[in-house]
């Protein structure tokens, strides 16, 4: 690990630089603003990889292992107290047995995610100078992107829950002020919105699991629960049930008795569907591309929207003794996976492929942890960072290229004016359909990691784990269509003839494919004619990297995360139960499980050269024809106008009930107006009254005083 | 300090200021000067004196031992028939005297410049009702607490029924009516209890054991008014109409402190006193604090009016704080006094921030406003600030009380957590919907095309507030460290006793 300076610059720097460049964006000026933000992050970024590799593969290993051996004791390999090193900045709060400070902390879980989000950041702000570079508002802009890598190297250090849903609710504030950057449009706007409470929803579930974790461990940080959980001690809840050891624990929620490991576990996995966009909260994600590229590569892609599978990973004790919690994991996570690859078929706006492929890989992460394959759903997290930052990046160089052109039916034949953008491109996609040849090391970084994924599910699913082999159908089904989706995008993209000349059909698109083209004057011509032209270097130096990431972080750290080494690596920061053998079984599995995702990916790549290489138009001729199941997937199967009918509807409308009728009518109509009306009515009739409100009130007013005085002494006086 | 009588001194320093002020001005009759410029030199003084109160205040704060049990600073002196004139404070009433402290300077900044009729009396007004809002939270006598929290009421009637906007009359009255409605249930009580104990001092109400039958008639009894001031479900229809035709100070100083009476009654009183009565109450308290939450978020929602919205939204969080008192943990408590000082910062700054704008454009309809951002990035920042602020981001203040009251209510009702967190999504629906409206977007309203970034007086105004919401979502432990002697005290009594 590094000295603690060094970690306290990886962490506090950006948000410094945040700070400066927001605050005094005045002083410092655009070009200052950028300096200052892209020299920290970047320099974080520089030292949290030289960290993650002296962790793997320098004295960090065998410092770990030394430090972790006398905490083995006696249960042997199962019960590890992680290594991990803490230092503590300040007591945040300290209520009773509400403790939480802030805090760092180091272990192999955020060394790899400092090393993604610092890594991944400093090149998504190298690439922001080319492709901001007409913006008026850069300061703003960076000082944003800074402030996210801030909240997000919080959220991953927190050694508490409290800090972490600091981190989790800053990264969503920062995912908020990005999406709706270009702040005087319309569409942008709404999807910001969108996005922020999308995620509210997830936190109710998470903030609730975080109240449930702090009433029945009586501590809100993570290694009294998570050693508790480990070690199955008698935990004494503060309230709601007696004392018991934690594995068996029942609790009271909502009027049912439910395990307490399911309860915390469930509540918390909700918070995690809404920032990771699994099915039902995904509806977000897609609407986010309405912010500017960079922001989707390195938010909506390669880190915040992993947090979810983090937290999962990071609580991997409750999850591996709550199986129900657990199967839920993995059952949304798989249907997440497939679904988001069915709807990824049949978009047309760039980033939009993009963005369901994400939610679609986020799903294999998930149920990959919901069986117990930690290890792999991490690795995963890690070369996905890689190689969909790598394909964001590059759509935003098509984009940027196009003259801010989003919608592919009017791209095509890119490929000769971008070519080092295509190669990046190209390198992308067979990372992410995860090209590689089994029982060798030749295969691009998602080979590795979604391989390890496919096979550690088919071996718990043999070992009955519940939905295992549910997810594994889904992951292969999936795989088939991530392949197909992938290479249409490649060839509608950049091969075939220019079609430029294709006229917006729908106002939708149109509404994202003019993303700054309103306000925000920049000096390009929307003069869809006009040659793309290739990138500018500051732009193809972030493609570059991520590309030698997308094509050798598998192989590099395969051995690390998921390979023999895995439990050195890890270090106890994940934890598998004694009888979870997933991660080695996957030695294991039947010879053509092996093969499955090859076979599946190559059929992809095939049907998609056939439709879109050899035959093109003949996908357009689908999505003419108009089939239910193309409508469905192109309409995401309908999950916005089903949401707009019941939620957002309901909620208006609710809203609008009580004010008109609880408030004005009822209360305001029973109680002083209709006192009022009333009074006003018998004063007409006798009279002789004076008119005037007060009077009137304080009659009434007294007259009750003195009935309730009289009905008191009356009761007291009775009762002695 | 020595027998220096600090709170009398704080108390009463403003009503000084009001009564010079008052003086000079009628013995100086209008030789010369218009009227205006009379008014502005009270505003001056009355700004002064504020301060001063403000800087005595924090003398307060210095001499008060974190430690030490019970009530400190205590001065008695007998008034008539076992009544006596007797001061303290604990943590709690310590930091409401502050943020009271702390906003009438403020708000008077913040008139300066917009009120123009009669600034002579309106500052006498805000004088007047801080010494009474002092008062109330450091009484120590049944009785003369009494007389502070109904005496209160007249100033703030005036403001708004003086100085307020065109419906102001209606408004002021309702508020009039609610408030005093509760508090004659709370005078009869307050009667009966001197009656039957032989005393209003309050250290020893708070040991004297009410029969359980008699605690529910007097916990009603109080809880009529308390609900009223906090404003719970379903009395609270008076705050939207109040706030809405109060002026911009008067709203800040409604929002602020006023509200944190009714808190602080069920702090003080209720559950010391009659902690049976508490206990038997407490679905009830969960109930209406859930609905408080829900059901005003969702109307905020729909409000064309920012202050409208706002005041709902006033409603909404200070139904976290009854949920919190009431879950009769230590985290819940001290979530509880958290969220009203943090609430006093963070609706108190919404309102100086609603009345920026309205100065400068003259209403209050969001429909008028959008695209902000374009012509007042300064303001377009604060305002981003306390709407996370005001939807409980963590780093805020706004998140402590929430997750604290919320945790608490846990403990004692999964239904009622669960309930309070839904809120807290509706939460960020009509703040940023409120947000979006009035800032993002381009300006269409041809009256904002000239509109100005905030000025001096502006940034005078919510810098302590925006220092203080930070400051206390970072460490709230300032505030924790000062009101855990009074959490546990008043937990003590309903557990323990």
Known sequence: MLPDFALLFIVLAPGLAALIAGLFQKYVTDTGAMVITTGTVGLAGILSIIQLFMFAFGGGVVEAVHTAAPAAGDHGAAVVAPVQHIITLLTWMDVGQFQADWAIRVDAMSIVMMAVITGVSGLVHLYSWGYMSEDPHRARFFAYLSLFTFMMLMLVTADNFIQLFFGWEGVGLASYLLIGFWYTKAAPNSAAIKAFVTNRVGDFGLALGIMGVFVVFGSVEFEPVLSAIRENATVTPLALADAAPIRELIVPFLGYNVPALELIGVLLFIGAMGKSAQFFLHVWLPDAMEGPTPVSALIHAATMVTAGVYLVCLVSPIYEYAPFAAGMVTLIGAVTALYAATVGMAQNDIKRVIAYSTCSQLGYMFFAAGIGAYQAAMFHLFTHAFFKALLFLGAGSVIHGMHHEQDMRRMGGVAKFMPLTYAAMMIGTIAIIGLGIPHTSFGFAGFFSKDAIIETTFAAGSNGVSFGTLAFIFGIVAALLTSFYSWRLIYMTFHGPREDSIPPETPEVDSHADEHLSVDDHGHHHDHHEDPHESPLVMLIPLGLLSLGAIFAGFVFYDSFVGHHQAEFWAGALYNAADNTVLADKYNVPEWVFWAPLFVTVTGFLIATFTYFFNRGFGAKIAASGGPLHNLFANKWYFDEIYNATFVKGTSWLGGFFWKTGDKRIIDGFGPDGVTSLVRWSSRRLSAMHTGYLYHYAFVIILAALVFGAVIFWRVGGAG | ?497
């Open chain 2, 1 to 497: 300090m020595g027998n220096f009588p600090i709170l009398t001194a704080v108390t009463f320093l403003p009503l000084a200021g009001a009564l010079l002020i008052m003086l000079v001005q009628s013995a100086t009759g209008s030789n010369g000067q218009d009227e205006e410029t009379r008014g502005r030199q009270s505003l001056m003084a009355g700004l002064i004196f504020s301060a001063a109160t403000f800087l005595a205040s924090l003398v307060m704060l210095v001499s008060f031992e974190v430690d030490a049990p019970g009530y400190q600073l205590v001065e008695e002196v007998s008034w008539f028939a076992g009544i006596q004139y007797k001061l303290g404070i604990d943590g709690m009433s310590l930091l409401l005297i502050l943020l009271t402290t702390l906003l009438t300077p403020i708000s008077l900044v913040a008139s300066y410049g917009t009120v123009k009729q009669r600034l002579t009396e309106y500052t006498i007004a805000f004088l007047v009702l801080e010494t009474f809002m002092i008062g109330v939270f450091c009484a120590m006598d049944l009785v003369l607490f009494y007389v502070f929290f109904e005496a209160g009421l007249i100033p703030m009637f005036i403001i708004i029924g003086v100085w307020g906007g065109a419906e102001r009359i209606y408004a002021s009255f309702k508020f009039f009516l609610y408030t005093l409605l509760g508090s004659l249930f709370m005078l009869a009580a307050i009667v009966f209890m001197y009656m039957q104990a032989g005393t209003s001092d309050i250290t020893v109400l708070e040991t004297y054991a009410f029969a359980p039958e008699v605690q529910t008639w007097l916990w009603l009894a109080f809880f009529a008014s308390f609900a009223v001031k906090l404003p719970m479900f379903p009395v609270h229809t008076w705050l939207p109409d109040a706030h809405v035709q109060a002026p911009t100070a008067g709203s800040v100083i409604l929002a602020g402190v006023l509200l944190k009476m009714g808190g602080y009654g069920f702090l003080r009183f209720s559950l010391p006193m009659f902690p049976d009565a508490s206990q038997f109450f407490q679905p009830m308290m969960f109930a209406l604090s859930v609905i408080a939450i829900v059901y005003a978020s969702l109307v905020a929602f729909r409000q064309t009016d920012m202050k409208k919205l706002i005041a709902y939204s006033s409603v909404a969080h200070m139904g976290f704080v009854t949920l919190g008192i009431f879950s009769f943990t230590e985290v819940g408590v001290q979530g509880a006094i958290f969220q009203m000082i943090s609430h006093g910062l963070i609706s108190g700054a919404l309102f100086l921030i609603v009345g920026m704008v309205y100065d400068r454009v003259h209403t209050r309809e969001i429909a008028a406003y959008g695209g902000l951002v374009n012509k007042m990035p300064i303001y377009a920042a604060i305002f981003m600030l306390f709407t996370m602020a005001n939807v409980g981001l963590p780093g805020t203040s706004g998140f402590v009380g929430e997750i604290l009251t919320m945790t608490g209510a846990f403990q004692a009702s999964t239904w009622a957590a669960a309930g309070a967190a839904l809120g807290v999504i509706f939460s960020a629906v009509y703040m940023l919907t409120l947000y979006r409206r009035t800032v993002f977007g381009p300006v269409t309203n041809p009256a904002l095309e000239n509109i100005t970034d905030v000025g001096k007086k502006d940034l005078i105004t919510i810098t302590p507030l925006i220092i203080g919401t930070i400051l206390l979502g970072i460490t709230p432990n300032l505030v924790f460290d000062i009101t855990r002697e009074s959490s546990l005290r008043a937990l003590q009594m309903i557990t323990g006793g």
